[in-house]
């Protein structure tokens, strides 16, 4: 039995990036990787494969780094864990002992057990896995027409790039009254809604697949809550994920309601020496303060980072309050980004807040080539005019703007601090700094407070 200082279990961005970091950190240590595939994928890229970048080989993440920072890797399944015993065995008979433990499994496509027919042939998810999804684009390129079902961000895009395929109908099913409901207020999800639908995607909102049907085993059409039937040779199944805990949870640790390993603020478990990271463990949220599983690759790599440099002692302090999400995506060529508190969940968690709005152009003047209308919108405490929450919709710009809006959130800046926020501004990188758009949405959050 061969014995390391450190062992990851898993090779996405946040086993990546704990190896590196906590490779870097302790040089004098040995660090083991243990991933299932060889190649793995960049897990936001996903959906870009089936049409945009066309080959999954362009798509490629691998534990290169980590190895250049000193780890050894083996493509292999961990298969029992002896928590008591500090070692672990795998699928193809070799055992390993360790003196720190890291949990990185990811999470796993929701399976819908609860909609009839959803073992037919032609029912497929989007899994993190090279060799599943090289032979899903393969099936998806042969595919004529494709229901998804779920509007998160990952049904949305997939539908999207499909859609590009103009010998394709691509039919997406959202429950809710309309899709990217959980992280968008519902006035920008309506937006959202109209990029997608001008996409060429056939969009229905407010309506659940009742039954997959099909013929000879194969998926032949879906039925909808109307009543209606849609014509399917695919059916994609983007429902969400769950943490990827089956490993943990035999080997006895605890997990939460959401079935997410429970750790603390430096991502160490009840058991000593034991840690998880990433989609597989949970987090609180940023501003309810509730336990939550937010599963973004920025998240995981963020608690990796902090992992890596505290695996041997607590050398980097965590002071933060919980989990921010920053989610951001871009439809029909309009990007749309939010951070924080949305209407919905400030609502839900019982917090007060104001609407701070603005709209612009982001260059300056808007008639130069590439302008795009934006749009900012900031929720604010009433009580100590902290910004806890922003949308944006706009150019690709948005993309970034939304991070400032985070580091905001997370610093307790105030809207009184904002506006005397100090700029940079360039024609053709930004709006014109005398209706910079964080700013005014700012005056306006302000003006609404004073009332």
């Known amino acids: 039995?061969?014995?390391?200082?450190?062992?990851?279990?898993?090779g996405g961005p946040s086993g990546i990036i704990a190896g590196v970091t906590g490779k870097k950190q302790n040089p004098?240590?040995?660090f083991l990787m243990i991933k299932e595939e060889a190649k793995g994928l960049v897990p936001c890229g996903i959906p870009y494969i089936f049409h945009d970048l066309g080959k999954v080989d362009k798509n490629v993440m691998g534990p290169k780094p980590f190895v250049d920072a000193g780890g050894e890797v083996v493509i292999d399944q961990v298969i029992a864990i002896d928590l008591e015993n500090s070692s672990l065995k795998t699928m193809n008979g070799k055992e390993f002992s360790y003196q720190k433990l890291v949990f990185a499994t990811g999470s796993i496509p929701i399976v819908p057990t609860f909609i009839p027919g959803y073992e037919l042939d032609g029912v497929e998810y989007i899994i993190k896995s090279y060799d599943y999804i090289e032979k899903l684009k393969t099936r998806t390129d042969a595919a004529k027409n494709i229901v998804v079902i779920g509007g998160g961000f990952i049904g949305v895009e997939v539908a999207e790039q499909l859609a590009k395929f103009a010998d394709k109908t691509v039919t997406l099913v959202e429950m809710e009254s309309c899709c990217l409901f959980r992280a968008f207020s519902k006035d920008i999800a309506d937006l959202a809604d109209e990029a997608i639908r001008s996409t060429g995607i056939n969009l229905k909102t407010g309506c659940k697949v009742t039954e997959i049907l099909g013929k000879d085993n194969k998926v032949i059409s879906v039925r909808l809550s109307d009543g209606s039937e849609i014509t399917a040779d695919m059916v994609i199944a983007a429902i969400g994920y769950k943490p990827n805990t089956g490993l943990a949870k035999a080997a006895g640790l605890p997990v939460n309601k959401h079935n997410a390993i429970i750790v603390d603020r430096y991502m160490r478990t009840p058991q000593k020496d034991v840690f998880a990271i990433g989609d597989c463990s949970e987090t609180t949220g940023f501003i309810t303060g509730r336990t939550d599983n937010i599963m973004l690759a920025s998240t995981a790599t963020a608690e990796a980072r902090i992992l890596g440099y505290n695996l041997f002692s607590i050398n980097l302090l965590r002071n933060f309050a919980g989990t921010l999400s920053v989610f951001s995506t871009k439809i029909g060529g309009i990007a749309f980004a939010s951070a924080g508190a949305i209407e919905q969940s400030a609502q839900e968690a019982?917090?007060?807040?104001?609407?701070?709005?603005f709209q612009d152009v982001d260059r300056h003047p808007g008639t130069l080539p590439?302008?795009?209308?934006?749009?900012v919108k900031l929720t604010v405490s009433p009580q100590d005019h902290s910004i806890i929450g922003g949308e944006i919709v706009g150019g690709d710009s948005t993309g970034e703007l939304i991070n400032v809006v985070a580091l905001a959130i997370q610093k307790h800046v105030t809207v009184y601090e904002l506006i005397s926020f100090q700029v940079g501004t360039h024609p053709l990188l930004t709006t014109a700094p005398t209706k910079y758009l964080l700013i005014k949405a700012a005056e306006n959050a302000i003006a609404k407070l004073k009332k």
């Open 350 to 357: 019982g917090v007060q807040y104001v609407i701070g709005t």
């Open 370 to 375: 590439d302008t795009s209308k934006m749009l």
């Open 1 to 10: 039995m061969k014995n390391y200082d450190v062992i990851i279990i898993g």
């Open 28 to 30: 004098d240590k040995s």
